[in-house]
């Protein structure tokens, strides 16, 4: 059966509703023709810098044009940022609240604007992407009601305003999220528009924020240009970072010989670990879970670490739960779809570029060629797509078992739809493979005997451990952090978020040069 758009769902619609809700935001036509963001500088929003199109991973078409600044306008905004810093920090928490408040309010009236911009623009399932928005407003309404004990012991906001740099996979519950907490805090904040994807979900966020009166920028360009400029120009008060461990060191370089707060989240392996352990309908249901977004997020599980003899049994339950994943168009609907039916079920759609799809496909073979055995190589062909649709973004499941020690793919995260199988005998061994990237922010173990698994947990190099369950970032009070290579600086989640980005009594929680001290996670 042919598939086709589901009625209002069309990119021309979508930009069109986005216009109208911000039009202030949007150049209507650019040099050739297209829709062009504007940047929110120095208190307004302008038409500065070089416009460069965007693509959507869904097909491949152009969205809108994101201008890039250069270096010299990036400085005048953050110049202007902390300016309106000073002003911010003096102003009332009573007055935060309420200007805070005034956007959330505003962004939940455009809820379901905002989730259809990411299923363009990222390529998140319908379902996805309205809990990537509802957990960013309903986090930030619960740091409105905390926020008062949180400042009680006297916490004032940092000397300067707040430089967040985050990735594309999740901008209102990451990015978003992050800055209205700081905003609530005292700072002003500076966002840079991920490069990759939701350039126009979090343009017309900041709109909405900038017309409650937040002390709001956003910044796109290259991170080579504005690098100097968003972490090391002398007014910022504190860096906030979530990226790959390449981009987030070079961060980390920046700030070397500087005492700027700083937050550098960056991935690790996350790994299971399976060691005596007979419940595989519970565990089956925490995986097929797991697919969901095609793992493109810091907290996936990406690598299996099994138990010699235990490895049948794992496959009896684990390749079903892979065949039974769910991928494709996320707005592909059959000819009886009706205005008010659900959208797509899916797990996952495209990954975030074709340049993304290609990249993990070589890390598959590159692994496939040096001796990991191919368990399964899911298939495109049946999945829902348009007819003549560019599906380049597109990669279907793969399980690889005993990836070669010197692939890609055995100590770094693929950060998409591949799972790893390795094969232990001890639980030295088990731990040395559950450890393999330095450091990771989750890891979990599948243990009948949960006081056997406790003990082992204590060896994990991971900020969260879970047993028999999987851990994430957590919501509202629970922390979240990293070991090893996964983390560097304060740790932020729950009041930490609001120490790391105050000033006030008593050391910091996180991974510093000189020290680290974890919270009970």
Not at 242 to 271: M, P, T, W, Y
Not at 369 to 378: H, M, Q, T
Not at 448 to 472: H, M, Y
Request: proline letters at 6%.
């Amino acid at each position: 059966m042919a598939l086709r758009l589901a009625d209002g769902t069309a990119w021309a619609e979508t930009l069109s509703r986005a216009v109208e809700a911000a039009p202030e935001a949007f150049d209507p036509t650019g040099p050739d023709g297209t829709t062009t963001l504007r940047n929110l500088i120095e208190g307004d929003w302008a038409s500065a810098g070089t416009p460069s199109p965007v693509r959507t991973p869904i097909d491949n078409t152009v969205l809108v044009n994101l201008p890039r600044l250069d270096a010299t306008t990036a400085r005048a905004a953050v110049v202007s940022a902390a300016t309106a810093h000073r002003d911010w920090a003096e102003t009332p928490l009573s007055e935060r609240k309420a200007r805070v408040n005034d956007a959330l309010a505003a962004l939940r009236d455009h809820r379901d604007l905002l989730a259809l911009l990411l299923v363009w623009e990222i390529g998140k399932p319908w379902r996805l992407a309205c809990a990537d928005v509802d957990r960013a407003l309903d986090g930030v309404r619960w740091y409105v009601d905390e926020i008062d004990r949180m400042l009680a012991d006297g916490r004032e906001p940092l000397p300067g305003p707040v430089s967040n740099i985050a990735s594309w996979n999740y901008p209102m519950s990451v990015l978003v999220h992050a800055e209205l907490v700081q905003l609530l805090a005292g700072n002003a904040v500076i966002a840079k528009t991920p490069s990759q994807g939701g350039a126009v979900c979090l343009t017309v966020a900041h709109a909405l924020m900038h017309r409650a009166g937040l002390p709001t920028t956003l910044v796109s360009g290259g991170g080579e240009e504005l690098s100097e400029v968003l972490v090391r120009a002398p007014e910022i008060g504190a860096v906030a970072f979530v990226g790959g461990r390449s981009n987030g060191g070079k961060v980390a370089a920046a700030l070397l010989d500087s005492d700027k707060r700083h937050f550098i989240e960056q991935e690790g392996l996350n790994a299971w670990g399976i060691w005596n352990f007979s419940q595989w309908d519970m565990l089956a249901a925490h995986l097929k879970k797991g697919f969901e977004y095609g793992k493109q997020r810091c907290t996936a599980y990406p690598r299996f670490v099994v138990q010699r003899d235990l490895v049948d049994e794992f496959l009896d339950m684990y390749l079903p739960v892979v065949r039974s994943v769910r991928f494709g168009h996320p707005l592909a609907v059959g000819d009886d779809w009706s205005a008010g039916d659900p959208l797509p079920e899916l797990d996952f759609g495209p990954l975030i570029s074709a340049t993304k799809a290609d990249e993990l496909r070589r890390k598959v073979d590159e692994a496939v060629r040096g001796g990991a055995v191919p368990l399964y190589r899911g298939k495109l062909d049946g999945a829902p797509f348009l007819t003549g649709q560019d599906t380049s973004a597109y990669v279907a499941p793969s399980v690889l078992l005993a990836p070669p020690g010197r692939s890609r793919l055995m100590h770094a995260e693929p950060f998409g739809p591949v799972d790893t199988i390795v094969v232990v005998d001890t639980t030295d061994e088990l731990l040395a493979a559950m450890n393999a990237s330095n450091g990771a922010l989750v890891a979990s173990l599948a243990c009948d005997d949960e006081e056997e698994a406790a003990k082992l947990a204590v060896d994990l190099q991971a900020f969260k451990v879970g047993i028999n369950k999987p851990r994430s970032r957590g919501d509202r009070d629970e922390p979240f952090g990293g070991r090893g290579a996964s983390w560097k600086g304060a740790f932020v989640g729950g009041e930490l978020l609001v120490q790391a980005v105050t000033v006030g009594r008593g050391r910091l929680f996180g991974n510093f040069p000189d020290y680290n001290s974890y919270p009970a996670t």
